[in-house]
């Protein structure tokens, strides 16, 4: 069973950068594809980024040229770099491991635990 463990959340002011990390417990390659979700206080979990195997990558409009979706096979680890972060980035972050179809990604049912990234203004 492949565990999924995220990390580097925390508070930063707005404008600033932070870097999450997802450590799998075995290889990436498990996963045709791996992506980041968030879900901020009462609202749906979305999509913001994902990559395939090969590195191909996507970006929710809202992240689009901010954020960068990112793995490393030898370290098994996905990460998501986030700059000039805004109050509404601010949510828990999940990574999971999906596959693609067509041009969109699904994700299986692996799932981080989360890491929260609050953004003040």
């Known amino acids: 069973q492949v565990q999924l463990v995220e990390s580097g959340g925390g508070l930063v002011q707005a404008g600033g950068s932070l870097r999450l990390s997802c450590a799998t417990s075995?290889?990436?390659?498990?996963?045709?594809?791996m992506g980041w979700y968030r879900q901020a206080s009462g609202k749906q979990r979305e999509l913001v980024a994902a990559?395939?195997?090969?590195?191909?990558?996507n970006y929710a409009d809202s992240v689009q040229g901010r954020f960068i979706i990112s793995r490393d096979h030898g370290k098994n680890t996905v990460y998501l770099q986030m700059n000039s972060l805004k109050p509404e980035d601010t949510a828990v972050y999940y990574c999971?491991?999906?596959?693609?179809?067509?041009?969109?990604?699904?994700?299986?049912?692996?799932w981080g635990q989360g890491t929260q990234v609050t953004v003040s203004s």
């Open positions: 999971s491991g999906g596959y693609y179809s067509g041009s969109y990604y699904y994700p299986l049912d692996y």
């Open positions: 075995g290889s990436i390659f498990t996963f045709d594809a």
């Open positions: 990559i395939t195997s090969g590195g191909s990558t």
